[in-house]
């Protein structure tokens, strides 16, 4: 009978050291998995900077080139206005010359 406890016990003991070990085993992948997902976590953070950073890059350019824009589209607005007070000067002049003679 003494035999047969110490069996159990050597089979309970063995059994709890292999759970031990199998749970040694997921903790190890747990902070294996955990290590990978916060280096990926940084990449992908320095990837978000970075475009963030690209962004607002081209959102300054858009910006300089929609002042260009309309700095450009004034100076039409000027050049035809001249354009029409010189064709208007000039039927005038026409008008003057054709009842000179």
Known sequence: ML?????????????????????????????????????????????????????QDMTQKMQQQQHIQTQQATRLQQLEQQHAQLVELMTQLVKAQQKAP
């Open 3 to 55: 035999l047969l406890a110490m069996i159990l016990s050597f089979t309970a003991l063995a059994l709890c050291i292999f759970l031990y070990q199998k749970m040694q085993q997921r903790v190890q992948t747990t902070e294996t998995a955990l290590e990978h997902a916060t280096q990926k976590t940084a990449h992908l953070e320095q990837h978000l900077s970075q475009t963030l950073s690209l962004i």
